[in-house]
């Protein structure tokens, strides 16, 4: 059947770079092509906040970075679960290859957050914030399973282990997001919303409709070039391999 | 452009160091996290491709 096709490929490390190869022009393109646009846009061209002023102008960074860093901790995650139920190499690929990605993302929302605080609250940082507090979470978890990855001389328990990790963490995910409502904080409650219409400016809005799109395949490429490396370290001895770095 | 100027786009009203601090440690890592890899997938296949001459030649 097709779908089962679909999902023997995907197992392959020899299709999946190939399909890499094909696409990354498109998706690094396109994603960087969107946050170009969206950051020009939101940087010269919107009106400034008539509280925070100009610095809000931070939000097309800090919003989309800190939304994919979320996101691509889910993915991470499930990609434990195939590893850990199926014993699917690609999968412990896959995880190898977000970590980095995830970690670099939640860095930036963490830094920009913290540049945008300054002027906005007069802190950088404050411990007693929840959102701050299980974001820097999310940041040490995805450096704990990068650690794991190289901690072991058998790459397969590092593996085991990091796929584990990566499950046990998905509970600081509902945390961060919802910590704003649960718990008083600093930092602002959500004003994009899915149900309702979002509260934040039409204005203000429109270039983070293109970032938040633009980060995601940004992310995609970024996950995309480090899936590349593990599949050539993985099959570096294969007859595929050798003839794809002879061309 | 919303600003009268380039030196006010730069200064914004007091606001510059951040808002500019922000994107380019942004621009910085973003670049990073996309040209690390792709040095390295480079130096992979051309190890890979030394090896197989290595062992051809024997």
Redesign the interface.
Known sequence: MASWQWFHRLGSPKWLSGTIDRWLPWV?GLGTLL?LVS?VWG??????DYKQ???F??IY??VP?AIVALAAYYVMAVAGAVSIIWRMKVADMVLRAIA??GA?LT??AL??GA??G??TWGAYWIWQDARLTSMLLLFFLYLGIMALHDAYQNSATGNRAAAIMSLVGTVNIPIIYKSVDWWSSLHQPATLKFTEESTIATEMLQPLMLAIPGAYL?FI??VM??L??QI??NE?NTRW??E???Q | ???NNLAE?WE?????P??W???A??FI??A???VI??K??RQ??????Q??RNTQEK
């Open positions: 690094l946050l950051a940087l010269a061209f919107t009106s400034p002023g100009n610095s102008r931070i960074i800090h970075t980095p990605v670099a860095f930036l830094v920009t540049i945008w300054k002027p940004f490429a970024a070039l480090q590349r490396v050539a370290r570096k391999m050798a794809r770095a002879a | 452009m919303y600003f786009l914004m009203a007091g606001h510059g951040y808002v601090s922000a994107f440690i942004s890592v973003l990073a996290i996309v890899p792709a390295r997938y992979q296949l051309a190890q890979i491709h090896q197989q």
